[in-house]
Every structure is written in structure tokens, then in C-alpha cells.
């Protein structure tokens, strides 16, 4: 069964900081998603990683996917308060049809 | 483009009450699923349906939570009876097709259901 690990779970960092939020899943997927979630809001689809290699930028955020390391990574460059918010990656399971999504990680960009 | 609505937006009950949700996904989405989010945790996957279908329904707590979709369109996630531990938001989320691609999923905005 596949499993899906987020770390950390808790990050506090000050602004203007880069930091890596990384996900770990236990089985072979190509394909793999991460998602914000604002305080009492939905979340919000934020990148679509495809294949091996894949690497996506969008302002101060870049995902990339190693499939042969089963790891995903979330860059954050110069830390803003507005990046405050709860990060989920979610990987794809090819053999069920499914989605499983990690624990999130709860990041807090502070003054 | 309209994106995935849900109704009620909140809700409380007591214990033992019956509730029941609504989603309707974006147009032409053949993937429905609805996630149970406890306050602190990830969403947790319920039931999925591919149109008409269910995929996957194994983490849905049968004896007291049932779902349909109508048409392979709207879906409605009933409980009853509510238990105080079933307070959670409740998300439904629709992709496309996988043929398309992706199961990039779009979320709705929720329902924040209360047991007391």
C-alpha cells in the first residue's frame, strides 16, 4: 500500500529564508501533486508533476519530482508571510487509481 | 469557468441526527471524490467515483455513512446517525478523466459539519 511522508510537519521560518519542505512515498509513482490550504479554507492545487525530472516554478515556490528516489521537493525561496499555509503533497497510486495524499506540512513564515 | 460547489456551507446537529451534503463538480469532470478533514490532518479520502462508479470506498464508514451520484454528475454523502467524532469539513473534489492526463483534483469549498 502506498504511503505518502511529509517533513517536517511543523516549520517556522523567518522571512526572507529559503527552506525545502520534502515528500517521501513508499512506492513506485510517476506522478505526484502538491496543494495549499489556507487557515479554514480548501485547498488549492498548486503543481502537477508528471515524470521523472519534472520541475515546476511559480514565484518563490519550485517543486521537482525524483521518481528513482521516490522524493518530491518544495523549494521556497526568500520566505514571505503570504506563503503561510498548510502544504500537502499528494502522489499518485498508478496500480489502484488513487490519490494518497501526505500529512501536510504546516509552514508559519514569521516577521 | 465554474468551479466545484457545495451546499450547506456549515452545519450543526446532535448525535444521532441524520445530515446529508451536496456537491457538483466542474462540467465535463468524470471523477468525483469526497474527503473527511478532521481540524490538524490531511484529508482522508471517503469514496471516489469515476462517473457513474464507485473506485474506492474503502476507508467510508459503511454502517453509517452512505454515497450516490447521480448521473455521474451531482453527489450526496449522507450520514446517519452522526457520531460527535464525524465533526470535520467535508471536501469534495473533481478531476478529469485520467485518460486526460492527470489526477490533478479541484476542490470544493467545503462543509464544516458540527456534532454535539
Known amino acids: 500500500e502506498l504511503k505518502v511522508e511529509q517533513n517536517p510537519l511543523f516549520l517556522s521560518m523567518q522571512e526572507g529564508k529559503n527552506y525545502t519542505i520534502y515528500c517521501n512515498y513508499s512506492?513506485?509513482?510517476?506522478?505526484l501533486y502538491w496543494y495549499r490550504q489556507d487557515p479554514g479554507k480548501s485547498l488549492e492545487s498548486l503543481f502537477v508533476l508528471l515524470s521523472n525530472g519534472a520541475v515546476k516554478q511559480e514565484g518563490r515556490l519550485m517543486a521537482s519530482l525524483d521518481t528513482k528516489a521516490r522524493l518530491s521537493t518544495l523549494h521556497i525561496t526568500a520566505a514571505v508571510h503570504d506563503l503561510s499555509a498548510t502544504y500537502f503533497c499528494?502522489?499518485?497510486?498508478?496500480?489502484?487509481?488513487?490519490?494518497?495524499f501526505g500529512p501536510g506540512t504546516s509552514l508559519s513564515v514569521i516577521p | 469557468e465554474a468551479g466545484v460547489a457545495q451546499s450547506p456551507r456549515y452545519k450543526i446537529i446532535e448525535k444521532r441526527q441524520s445530515v446529508a451534503f451536496w456537491c457538483n463538480p466542474i462540467s465535463g469532470h468524470a471523477t468525483l471524490y469526497w474527503y473527511q478533514q478532521i481540524l490538524g490532518q490531511g484529508p482522508k479520502l471517503l469514496i471516489q467515483f469515476q462517473n457513474n462508479g464507485v473506485v474506492d470506498d474503502s476507508q467510508l464508514p459503511k454502517d453509517r455513512f452512505s454515497a450516490e451520484r447521480l448521473k455521474g454528475v451531482d453527489s450526496t454523502l449522507k450520514i446517519q446517525p452522526a457520531k460527535l467524532e464525524d465533526s470535520a469539513v467535508y471536501l469534495c473534489?473533481?478531476?478529469?478523466?485520467?485518460?486526460?492526463?492527470?489526477?490533478?483534483?479541484?476542490f470544493g469549498p467545503g462543509t464544516r459539519l458540527t456534532v454535539t
Open positions: 473534489a473533481s478531476s478529469l478523466d485520467p485518460g486526460f492526463g492527470s489526477y490533478e483534483q479541484y
Open positions: 512506492t513506485t509513482s510517476d506522478r
Open positions: 499528494a502522489v499518485e497510486d498508478a496500480s489502484y487509481d488513487k490519490v494518497i
